[in-house]
């Protein structure tokens, strides 16, 4: 923004609209989604892993699916945020790369599902192990009864997390 732009008003409220408590959880989670879902650390992991295509779509699919198995693409288009126009462009650059397959969904005949080819889940492990290595990282101070807590209360939070969601998405 160029300076001439700037508001001149010296009444403007710098401060967050959220108080800064450090216990408070909405902060803790935005902070933690925020780290994860950089470019920044995206684009680590995509180095570190060797990732064979400077493509983060492609990457953020071939991690999508290394988390949680075969995927309709619409169920890709969804999780990622986008169209399904540009996940099908996405998949079709990965078939082309080895990294993913079409397969026959096993519950619809007219289903497909996209699955990871054996170079996929070369890929998907070494995405893995980056993860684990990053968890490491930031956990080393922690007892394993502070990371087993961790664990527990994390899973807890997703699981009801996806209940939640689930019944809104059912919800007339």
Request: glycine letters at 8%; zero cysteines.
């Given at each position: 923004m160029a300076r001439g732009d700037l508001d001149t008003d010296a009444s403007a409220d710098l401060s967050p609209v959220i108080a800064p408590d450090p216990l408070d959880l909405r902060l803790s989670l935005a902070s933690i989604v925020h780290w994860a879902d950089s470019t920044a650390v995206r684009r680590d992991v995509m180095a570190r892993v060797a990732f064979p295509v400077?493509?983060?779509g492609m990457f953020l699919v071939v991690n999508q699916l290394s988390y949680n198995g075969a995927m309709r693409p619409v169920e890709l288009s969804l999780a990622l945020g986008m169209t399904a126009t540009n996940?099908?462009?996405?998949?079709?650059?990965?078939?082309?790369?080895?990294?993913?397959?079409?397969?026959?969904?096993?519950?619809?005949?007219?289903?497909?599902?996209?699955?990871?080819?054996d170079d996929g889940r070369i890929i998907g492990g070494r995405i893995m192990a980056v993860a684990e290595a990053n968890l490491r990282v930031v956990l080393a101070d922690w007892s394993p009864a502070e990371v087993d807590e961790?664990?527990?209360?994390?899973?807890?939070?997703?699981?009801?997390?996806?209940?939640?969601?689930?019944?809104?998405?059912?919800?007339?």
């Open positions: 400077d493509d983060m996940m099908s462009k996405i998949v079709g650059r990965l078939v082309q790369a080895g990294l993913v397959v079409r397969v026959p969904a096993p519950d619809d005949d007219r289903g497909v599902l996209v699955a990871l080819s961790l664990r527990r209360t994390m899973a807890r939070l997703a699981r009801v997390h996806r209940s939640v969601s689930e019944r809104r998405a059912g919800a007339p």
